[in-house]
């Protein structure tokens, strides 16, 4: 595609500026990559009393070791 050449062109009919304007601005909206939404914090309210991995695993002697300071 040359320098001269437009990019997009009216095939039929005889739009407004103001059409014109109106899908110029839809095209430019639909060409931008959407960007990926923030993650929200979480709280302290809405985690538990307890991390998830607590380090004790089952096994021979998980009962003694649940008991043991962290």
Avoid: D, Y
Avoid at 1 to 23: I, Y
Avoid at 48 to 69: E, V, Y
Wanted: charged share 15%; hydrophobic share 45%.
């Amino acid at each position: 595609m040359s320098a001269e050449e437009p990019l997009f062109r009216v095939v039929r009919g005889t739009p407004t500026a103001e059409e014109l304007a109106a899908l110029v601005g839809a095209i430019v909206v639909r060409s931008k990559p959407a960007a990926a939404p923030a993650p929200l914090p979480v709280s302290a309210w809405a985690r538990g009393a307890r991390p998830a991995n607590n380090g004790h695993t089952a096994g021979p002697n998980a009962w003694r070791t649940s008991g043991l300071p962290r």
